[in-house]
């Protein structure tokens, strides 16, 4: 949540010149999809990045393994 808004994160994957700079970090996970831990490919979020050109309040970027994945507000 950001200013407490919850997003739902996409497999959209965004390059690394389509967000600006970090905003935050994950401080907590509800999961709407299970994987098994060996199948999960959003396992270790970590970072919460501006998307150039989109209000936080519409969509933000979060670190995964090293990509950039698109989520929007819930």
Same mark, same amino acid.
């Given at each position: 949540?950001?200013?407490?808004? /919850?997003?739902?994160? /996409?497999?959209?994957?965004?390059? /690394?010149?389509?967000?600006? &700079?970090?905003?935050?970090? +994950? /401080?907590? +996970?509800?999961?709407?999809?299970?994987?098994?831990?060996?199948? %999960? $490919?959003?396992?270790? $979020?970590? &970072?919460?990045?501006?998307?150039?050109?989109? %209000?936080?309040?519409?969509?933000?970027? +979060?670190?995964? %393994? %090293?990509?950039?994945?698109?989520?929007?507000?819930?």
């Amino acid at each position: 949540k950001i200013d407490n808004l /919850t997003y739902l994160m /996409t497999d959209e994957v965004l390059a /690394t010149n389509k967000v600006e &700079e970090q905003i935050g970090k +994950i /401080t907590q +996970i509800h999961a709407i999809v299970s994987y098994s831990e060996a199948q %999960n $490919p959003y396992k270790s $979020p970590s &970072e919460i990045f501006e998307v150039k050109d989109i %209000n936080i309040k519409e969509a933000i970027a +979060i670190k995964v %393994n %090293n990509k950039l994945y698109k989520a929007y507000i819930k």
